[in-house]
């Protein structure tokens, strides 16, 4: 079992930026990709990035490519989202999830976060 737990999240204007870390316990976390996903009020859960086991590959939604950067510390067993050029879109409980291979897909992932509240203000 994995357990992540994120932090991070808060309240920033516009055009700010936050850095959200995905903290796992029980089990390493070099063997899994990692995706962050985001579900706003009243949507469904949606895709933001991922990550796959060693680093070297990295995938973004559309609407936050070149705003977000998904990066990795294996050694602090450690996933990090740093977001910058925030919009109010971007407003959203952020989670981040494990799984042995890479998708976009949530309904893969097995192991999941219980969130953090990003709220960007205009």
């Known amino acids: 079992q994995v357990q992540l737990e994120e932090s991070g999240g808060g309240l920033v204007q516009a055009g700010g930026s936050l850095r959200l870390s995905c903290a796992a316990s029980g089990r390493t976390l070099s063997p899994y990709a990692v995706g962050w996903f985001r579900q706003a009020p009243g949507k469904e859960r949606e895709f933001v990035a991922i990550?796959?086991?060693?680093?070297?590959?990295?995938g973004y939604a559309d609407s936050v490519k070149g705003r977000f950067t998904i990066s990795r510390d294996d050694a602090k067993n450690t996933v990090y989202l740093q977001m910058n050029s925030l919009n109010t879109e971007d407003t959203a409980v952020y989670y981040c999830a494990a799984h042995p291979s890479y998708s976009s897909d949530p309904s893969r992932y097995d192991y999941w976060g219980k969130g953090t509240q990003v709220t960007v203000s205009s």
């Open positions: 990550i796959n086991w060693s680093g070297g590959i990295t």
